[in-house]
């Protein structure tokens, strides 16, 4: 539409009333306001300069409208638009839209300027409160979705990546997801192919399988490359493009290591009660040996000793153990006397972890030995020497165990290590991270554990 003198001041008033008036400026700086737009600026007559006009526009808004003027008439462009607030002389402040045409002639050079100008202040109010809420809302939901315990994060997923295989990037993610993968930063917006190479192929097939067919799945799956078990409920966002699986989930490690101890433990009841008829028999058998006059009393000790020593580690379960506590009250039902046990070694405090983990190996070993080794014989007997030691070159201090059979039979390597050989080596390794050397000596078993500290004391 071109605007010509007479619209300038017939249509305003005709039609839209003192909410709208247009203008017109020509190079030699004659402008022309029609009665509509002086009523919609409150005033009796138009502004004669540049100046005088930016006087009328809102001082926060001036540098803008004379840098986006400016780039208008130079750009060349036959049209613009733009919005501004103007400060009336009785002190309100209304919100402009400004529109207009540029008519130019054949070198580009600016003839004549016809501009429209409506008060929009009632529909920027209303845009403003919406946008206001829409902050709001969206401020909520940041904070909701920064506090959720679970790592939260929104993947889109690459169905036809290259070689056939699919290709996943995190878009969105919650510190939970940082702090639950120990992913970096950095990753986001990065495809995991590339930016984390090693992780494993089951997490592209399941979310792969999410995008693909909308269905979602709840599962638990482990991270060799995260060293972490985690649950995880996965979900496809609808009507997306590529499309996006929304992904919640939690660290369970410690559950399924948790688990994993618990399985060990049954496990290790149930050998020990296979166990336990051998134990007895051996006890009867010392006990008989040396003297069969009270054989019914001492048979009975030994045998409410062996279950103390069984009951040892849940009576001191979670609380700090003296090693040389914990070894006479594992060897007392097999070691009568002192002469059959011999220790050596500074006070050392357990923590429950190891306690746990050293009694049953020490149980072991004090049920091999009454079966087949120096407790199976009167004159036989066990040392135990331990030591903490400076590491080596700046490295963590050292604790080392030795068990040392003596004056038993003579000793041989076992055709094959069953359940407590698992006990006595694997499980104290893992829960130490330590190194245990067992060595079949003819002379008698010789036990070694060499570990970290941290991997023992309390």
Request: aromatic share 8%.
């Amino acid at each position: 539409m071109t605007l010509n003198s007479d619209m300038l001041h017939q249509a305003p008033d005709l039609v839209w009333g003192a909410q709208i008036g247009t203008y017109e400026l020509r190079p030699s700086g004659e402008l022309i306001w029609s009665p509509g737009l002086l009523r919609l600026y409150g005033l009796a007559e138009a502004p004669q300069t540049g100046e005088a006009f930016q006087n009328l526009v809102h001082p926060e808004d001036r540098q803008r409208i004379r840098d986006e003027t400016l780039e208008y008439l130079a750009s060349g462009k036959a049209h613009y638009s733009h919005t501004f607030r103007i400060l009336r002389r009785d002190g309100s402040v209304r919100v402009i839209l400004d529109r207009g045409a540029i008519e130019r002639d054949a070198a580009g050079k600016v003839l004549v300027i016809r501009g429209l100008n409506v008060d929009v202040t009632d529909e920027a109010h209303l845009n403003y409160v919406s946008e206001r809420r829409w902050r709001e809302s969206e401020e909520r939901y940041r904070k909701l979705f920064d506090a959720i315990d679970q790592g939260f994060c929104i993947v889109e997923f690459d169905l036809q990546a290259a070689e056939g295989r699919g290709d996943y990037r995190v878009i969105e993610a919650n510190p939970g997801f940082f702090t639950k993968t120990g992913f970096p930063e950095s990753i986001m917006g990065h495809w995991l192919r590339t930016a984390a190479p090693e992780l494993e192929e089951s997490w592209y097939e399941i979310y792969g399988g999410v995008a693909r067919t909308g269905e979602p799945i709840r599962f638990e799956n482990h991270s060799e490359l995260l060293g972490r078990w985690f649950e995880v409920y996965a979900f496809r966002l609808e009507s997306t493009e590529p499309k996006q699986v929304a992904i919640l989930f939690e660290d369970v490690s410690a559950r399924k290591q948790q688990q994993e101890q618990t399985t060990l433990l049954i496990n290790e009841i149930n050998h020990r009660s296979k166990n336990m008829l051998g134990v007895i028999q051996a006890i009867a058998r010392n006990t008989a040996a040396k003297d069969a006059t009270d054989f019914i009393a001492r048979f009975g000790e030994r045998v409410r000793g062996l279950a103390a020593s069984n009951d040892l580690l849940v009576r001191n379960g979670w609380r700090p153990v003296e090693l040389e506590a914990l070894i006479r009250s594992q060897l007392q039902p097999f070691c009568e006397g002192e002469d059959r046990l011999a220790l050596s070694g500074p006070p050392v405090a357990l923590s429950p972890v190891a306690t746990r983990a050293l009694g049953m190996a020490l149980h072991e070993l004090a049920t091999n030995a009454a079966k087949y080794g120096a407790l199976s014989t009167p004159t036989g007997r066990i040392r135990l020497d331990w030591s903490l030691e400076p590491g080596e070159e700046g490295a963590e201090d050292r604790f080392r165990l030795s068990w040392i059979e003596e004056r038993g039979p003579r000793v041989s390597e076992p055709l094959r290590r069953g359940f407590g050989w698992k006990v006595m080596t694997m499980m104290v390794e893992s829960t130490t991270s330590g190194r245990v050397t067992t060595e079949f000596a003819p002379e008698g078993l010789r036990w070694r554990l060499d570990c970290p500290q941290s991997g023992v004391l309390a």
